[in-house]
């Protein structure tokens, strides 16, 4: 595909992911108090969502969907970092206006900041766990069973919104996104640098050790 396509794919996939989570979010403190049950609501829709995404938009653009995503893919030399950075940028517009969809469809306050506080060195953990997971996930997926990448990340997320005390934003974009909205999934604009620097440090943790748990055995020794 073109690069007007693959950066496209890239905001649109980005601009969904984000209002799946707002929205869900939203539908979920609506529908109940019990905060639990109101999770197990934001948690589901996304990982659906990113199987489908993933899926559909695979062929496209890699569907990334996530900064660091593309950073690892620029330090394997599978992305150019001119396209990298281009991708990244998508995302995070892509995320933004994904914020701003969930509103409108829930008669929300458009401009938002959130206040929901999200800040501590178990939190900062918890991004770099979910990170290294996730581009682990991937790495491993493409390695050695690529069509099953879809459901392992959409499994993988699923399940780390329940392990990881931050609930596993595990995407600068979706990190950027959140912090315009004042709502179940919203995140203070102070915290969110902490967010990303742990979401990097994992991811490129994830990399260096993916490098050589997958290394065939040949080209080990």
């Known amino acids: 595909m073109d690069f007007p396509r693959r950066l496209?794919?890239?905001?649109?996939?980005?601009?969904?992911?984000?209002?799946?989570?707002?929205g869900s979010?939203?539908?979920?403190?609506?529908l109940t108090a019990d905060v639990a049950l109101a999770l197990l609501g934001n948690t589901i829709p996304t990982g659906a969502i990113l199987v489908v995404l993933i899926t559909i938009l695979g062929p496209v653009s890699g569907a990334h969907f996530n900064p660091v995503v593309s950073l690892v893919a620029a330090l394997r030399g599978e992305l150019t970092w001119r396209l990298a950075a281009l991708y990244s940028?998508?995302?995070?517009?892509?995320?933004?206006?994904?914020t701003f969809i969930a509103h409108l469809m829930f008669e929300a306050p458009l401009l938002q900041l959130?206040?929901?506080?999200?800040?501590?060195?178990?939190?900062?953990?918890?991004?770099?766990?979910?990170?290294?997971g996730l581009v682990l996930v991937i790495l491993a997926g493409v390695r050695f069973q690529k069509s099953a990448v879809p459901a392992l990340?959409?499994?993988?997320?699923?399940a780390?919104?329940?392990?990881?005390?931050?609930?596993?934003?595990?995407?600068?974009?979706?990190?950027?996104?959140?912090?315009l909205t004042d709502t179940f999934?919203?995140?203070r604009p102070v915290d969110a640098p902490g967010f990303i620097a742990a979401q990097i440090i994992?991811?490129?943790?994830?990399?260096?050790?993916?490098?050589?748990?997958l290394q065939p055995a040949a080209e080990a020794t």
């Open 8 to 22: 496209a794919a890239e905001a649109l996939g980005t601009a969904i992911l984000v209002a799946t989570v707002v």
């Open 25 to 30: 979010g939203i539908m979920a403190e609506r």
């Open 89 to 98: 940028t998508g995302q995070i517009l892509g995320g933004i206006a994904g």
């Open 114 to 132: 959130a206040t929901h506080v999200r800040s501590g060195g178990a939190q900062w953990l918890s991004e770099g766990v979910a990170s290294f």
């Open 153 to 158: 990340v959409g499994l993988y997320i699923t």
């Open 160 to 179: 780390a919104y329940w392990f990881t005390a931050s609930t596993s934003f595990a995407n600068p974009a979706v990190t950027i996104a959140r912090t």
């Open 185 to 187: 999934s919203g995140i």
């Open 202 to 213: 994992g991811a490129l943790t994830a990399l260096a050790f993916a490098s050589w748990l």
